[in-house]
């Protein structure tokens, strides 16, 4: 998580007495610990216990079927047909997935009173279209097009849009924490001067009024493929105060700040975040090699190691054709890819793309869901063919 935060009411001392106002009923003091009690925390403070369930039942939301069978290839699929929307937990269709993670879209067009809360993974998600906000117990978020939310594992959230016609998400899952690379942090964990954003560029929870309310609540627990409904007694947005280095937050693709080199630099150079079982980056307009004879469009490679996914956002992509807004191409980690024919020639002495996009380089394959077979331009393996 960024940096250490703070909102709302606090005791002066952790663990020590903290009434409330009538000064005989005491808050309710949770930490939220991961790695054990060994890595980054945060301290809330609930009205009510955080622990009051009246009932656990499990539903069947997890709807997607494997693609068994699916060839080792060059996958193009257009997630923009998948229009089947739901609300921001139904609505979610996955495309791609490992033991460590999976990558979904949603066209979200229904607003729920559910809550949310993934049990198992981290989540990130990129808002492609939509406003509204992101309620947690930590606080609330307000949304625009290009925002990342970055969620850790467990906290509970809802996502309200302003208008339901029209939102668009991208939703990567890992059952290890988003993590800002340490290479741009210092020994103190400040962001380094040239890191690609810094602490300025984020948005953090901001209080909002802790609900009291006692009723039954439906918080809507995802446990990998499992899905259970948990009926909460209070409501759970119910907390006074909380402080440390565990919490939701966002940041803008837009504030993303490019490096350019006098010749083609790689992904690497392009990195947002990082798991431990994939890498994450934006790709934002920027201007184009500056060597006199620089090719900026990349060369043909082989990233033997990880499966290359790319969602793509807006703006002109420098080396693929046939590409549309929503699209996703998958290159296995066995297979070189590289531009398609002419695009190289073209970038010569181009100066400037408006390309934006989201990677995402898997260290371990990914498995292809039936929607994949459902949505997939069936002639891009052969687009390399002069
Ligand atoms: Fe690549």
New binding site residues.
């Given amino acids: 998580m960024p940096f250490y935060h703070k909102v709302g009411e606090l005791p002066q001392v952790k663990h020590t007495t903290f009434y409330k106002p009538d000064g005989k009923s005491l808050y309710r003091e949770e930490l939220v610990s991961s790695k054990g009690f060994s890595g980054v925390y945060s301290n809330k403070y609930h009205l009510h216990m955080p622990t009051a369930v009246l009932g656990v039942d499990e539903i069947p939301l997890y709807k997607e079927v494997d693609w068994h069978d699916a060839p080792v290839t060059y996958y193009h699929f257009f997630t923009d047909k998948k229009k089947e929307g739901g609300n921001f937990i139904t609505a979610r269709d996955v495309y791609l997935h490992n033991a460590s993670c999976s990558i979904a879209t949603a066209t979200v067009t229904e607003p729920t009173d559910d809550f949310y809360r993934n049990g198992y993974a981290a989540e990130y998600i990129f808002v492609h279209h939509g406003t509204g906000r992101l309620l947690s117990d930590y606080g609330v978020i307000n949304f625009v097009p290009g925002d990342q939310l970055i969620i850790p594992r467990a906290v509970i959230y809802r996502m309200e849009f302003d208008t339901y016609d029209n939102n668009k998400l991208l939703i990567v899952e890992s059952d290890t924490a988003f993590e800002i690379p340490a290479h741009f942090r210092n020994d103190y964990g400040q962001m380094l001067e040239h890191a690609p954003y810094c602490e300025r560029d984020f948005k953090l929870p901001e209080y909002i009024t802790p609900t009291d309310e006692t009723g039954e609540f439906r918080l809507i627990v995802k446990t990998g493929k499992r899905y259970f409904v948990h009926l909460l007694k209070y409501h759970p947005f119910d907390v006074v105060g909380w402080d440390g280095f565990l919490y939701p937050y966002a940041f803008n693709i837009d504030d993303y700040h490019p490096k350019v080199g006098r010749i083609h630099l790689p992904?690497p150079i392009h990195l947002a975040f990082v798991t431990q079982s994939f890498v994450l980056c934006n790709f934002v307009p920027r201007p184009y090699d500056f060597h006199e004879q620089a090719i900026p469009a990349?060369y043909f490679?082989a990233?033997i190691d990880s499966d290359?996914v790319l969602y793509y956002v807006k703006g002109e992509f420098m080396s693929r054709k046939g590409i549309r807004e929503g699209s996703i191409t998958l290159?296995p980690g066995a297979m070189p890819?590289g531009p398609q024919p002419g695009r190289t020639e073209a970038s010569v002495g181009a100066k400037e793309t408006n390309e934006y996009a989201v990677m995402i380089d898997t260290f371990a394959p990914l498995t292809p869901t039936l929607n994949v077979k459902e949505t997939m331009d069936p002639e891009y393996v052969r687009s390399w063919l002069e």
């Fill in positions: 992904p990349p490679h990233n290359e290159h890819h």
